[in-house]
């Protein structure tokens, strides 16, 4: 039987090496997004998984090529260029099929990963709570089940006949089954975890409590402002995606308002469509949110495209349809020439420096200002004639306080904006 811990040979212990990891870096260019940035940024990812990258190849072509991915004379020039750094790892900035795996690993004869796959070894190695540990594990089958073909290549069938079958096919067919019942329970877990987190929020709801979530891409330096705003105590490290637990904390706003602050996972250009889904339970968040901060690296020359990434999934997610308002936040302004603060892209958006505190009073007043008043806190005067708005009141809204009086029924309650205006003639 898989073993329970790893099943199916899952790429989460696929680093887990005390050898040194050298790795090259490799894509082809399609002319589809700028190779040279993309790059950078799996650079960044290895190093944040302990790898150290020492050279790098890029094909132009105008598709990857179906079999091994680059063409047979760049392949001969990387598998050249790897004993010469003597690389023991090679990373493809594209999420490769199974096939082109196979036959990568097969012509250079060292540790093939993807995009995909590092990420969810970094994901792996980071997420500390239940839910985090179940929503990587989920992403890391999902990825996982259809590279199962050919794990086991060296074991052959032992019978002959067309019929036959062999200990290597049942081996095969006995880990993809435990893969498909282990990928149904961990879904059935986080739904359970979902509807869990649903009745928060509708709690939250009529309860009065607005919500601002933090977005933005990884390592933008969100939980170094959540901590700079609650004092939250979260792991902030000059590291892609240091966290990945989402962290609530209570803030005071300058006009007295009392919200809940969520810091989300970070994101990451082409972020692999497994983890999108399994993580779509926790950026859901940001659906019911009452305001977005989308924060970004002001100093980053991706600052738009980071900018841009993030507003992509937001509207994936529905928050343009449901009117969510978004504030843009430009983190370490510290860092940027004097003359970049004014462009364009500064228009509207709040310069800060969480890691100084520079700006972080202005973002108040700009969250003060931008938060919608959804509900509001009266005292109410009803006549007796109108002792049935009480359910309402508690179907809809928070009641305080309740008392009867000989001129009427006294009021104290939490209600939709809408629902206090129209009780605005018993106001006290």
Same mark, same amino acid.
């Given at each position: 039987?898989?073993?329970?811990?790893?099943?199916?040979?899952?790429?989460?212990?696929?680093?887990?090496?005390?050898?040194?990891?050298?790795?090259?870096?490799?894509?082809?260019?399609?002319?589809?997004?700028?190779?040279?940035?993309?790059?950078?940024?799996?650079?960044?990812?290895?190093?944040?998984?302990? $790898?150290?990258?020492?050279?790098?190849?890029?094909?132009?072509?105008?598709?990857?090529?179906?079999?091994?991915?680059?063409?047979?004379?760049?392949?001969?020039?990387?598998?050249?260029?790897?004993?010469?750094?003597?690389?023991?790892?090679?990373?493809?900035?594209?999420?490769?099929?199974?096939?082109?795996?196979?036959?990568?690993?097969?012509?250079?004869?060292?540790?093939?990963?993807?995009?995909?796959?590092?990420?969810?070894? $970094?994901?792996?190695?980071?997420?500390?709570?239940?839910?985090?540990?179940?929503?990587?594990?989920?992403?890391?089958?999902?990825?996982?089940?259809?590279?199962?073909?050919?794990?086991?290549?060296?074991?052959?069938?032992?019978?002959?006949?067309?019929?036959?079958?062999?200990?290597?096919?049942?081996?095969?067919?006995?880990?993809?089954?435990?893969?498909?019942?282990? $990928?149904?329970?961990?879904?059935?877990?986080?739904?359970?975890?979902?509807?869990?987190?649903?009745?928060?929020?509708?709690?939250?709801?009529?309860?009065?409590?607005?919500?601002?979530?933090?977005?933005?891409?990884?390592?933008?330096?969100?939980?170094?402002?959540?901590?700079?705003?609650?004092?939250?105590?979260?792991?902030?490290?000059?590291?892609?995606?240091?966290?990945?637990?989402?962290?609530?904390?209570?803030?005071?706003?300058?006009?007295?308002?009392?919200?809940?602050?969520?810091?989300?996972?970070?994101?990451?250009?082409?972020?692999?469509?497994?983890?999108?889904?399994?993580?779509?339970?926790?950026?859901?968040?940001?659906?019911?949110?009452?305001?977005?901060?989308?924060?970004?690296?002001?100093?980053?020359?991706?600052?738009?495209?980071?900018?841009?990434?993030?507003?992509?999934?937001?509207?994936?997610?529905?928050?343009?349809?449901?009117?969510?308002?978004?504030?843009?936040?430009?983190?370490?302004?510290?860092?940027?020439?004097?003359?970049?603060?004014?462009?364009?892209?500064?228009?509207?958006?709040?310069?800060?420096?969480?890691?100084?505190?520079?700006?972080?009073?202005?973002?108040?007043?700009?969250?003060?200002?931008?938060?919608?008043?959804?509900?509001?806190?009266?005292?109410?005067?009803?006549?007796?004639?109108?002792?049935?708005?009480?359910?309402?009141?508690?179907?809809?809204?928070?009641?305080?306080?309740?008392?009867?009086?000989?001129?009427?029924?006294?009021?104290?309650? $939490?209600?939709?904006?809408?629902?206090?205006?129209?009780?605005?003639?018993?106001?006290?």
């Amino acid at each position: 039987m898989p073993d329970d811990s790893n099943p199916g040979n899952t790429p989460v212990d696929d680093l887990n090496s005390s050898e040194p990891q050298r790795a090259a870096l490799g894509a082809v260019d399609t002319g589809a997004y700028d190779v040279a940035v993309s790059l950078d940024e799996l650079a960044e990812l290895a190093a944040t998984a302990g $790898i150290e990258t020492v050279a790098r190849a890029v094909q132009n072509r105008a598709s990857p090529d179906h079999a091994t991915y680059f063409g047979a004379g760049k392949l001969e020039e990387i598998k050249e260029m790897m004993q010469q750094a003597e690389c023991n790892v090679f990373l493809c900035d594209e999420e490769l099929s199974p096939a082109q795996q196979r036959r990568l690993e097969k012509e250079m004869g060292v540790r093939v990963m993807d995009r995909t796959m590092l990420i969810l070894d $970094i994901f792996a190695a980071r997420a500390k709570s239940s839910e985090g540990k179940l929503q990587v594990e989920l992403a890391t089958l999902k990825y996982s089940l259809p590279r199962l073909t050919g794990q086991w290549m060296g074991l052959s069938r032992q019978a002959g006949g067309h019929y036959a079958r062999g200990a290597g096919e049942s081996k095969l067919e006995t880990d993809r089954r435990y893969v498909r019942v282990r $990928i149904h329970r961990l879904e059935q877990e986080l739904a359970a975890l979902q509807k869990r987190r649903e009745l928060l929020r509708g709690r939250r709801n009529k309860s009065g409590v607005e919500t601002v979530v933090i977005v933005g891409y990884t390592n933008a330096g969100k939980s170094t402002l959540m901590n700079a705003l609650t004092r939250a105590g979260v792991l902030a490290e000059d590291k892609l995606f240091a966290t990945l637990d989402p962290t609530a904390r209570a803030l005071r706003l300058p006009d007295g308002r009392k919200v809940m602050l969520i810091d989300t996972v970070g994101l990451v250009r082409r972020l692999p469509h497994h983890l999108v889904e399994a993580f779509r339970s926790t950026l859901e968040e940001a659906t019911s949110a009452s305001l977005i901060l989308n924060v970004c690296d002001a100093s980053s020359p991706e600052c738009a495209e980071h900018l841009r990434v993030t507003a992509d999934l937001m509207r994936d997610l529905g928050c343009d349809r449901l009117g969510v308002p978004v504030l843009r936040v430009l983190n370490k302004c510290d860092q940027m020439p004097p003359a970049q603060r004014q462009l364009p892209l500064i228009g509207g958006s709040v310069l800060i420096s969480a890691l100084k505190g520079d700006g972080l009073g202005d973002l108040l007043e700009r969250v003060a200002a931008e938060l919608p008043l959804q509900r509001k806190q009266v005292c109410l005067l009803l006549p007796y004639a109108l002792a049935g708005s009480g359910a309402r009141f508690r179907e809809e809204g928070r009641v305080l306080t309740e008392e009867f009086r000989e001129d009427g029924i006294y009021y104290e309650a $939490i209600l939709p904006l809408r629902l206090a205006e129209e009780m605005g003639e018993y106001w006290v």
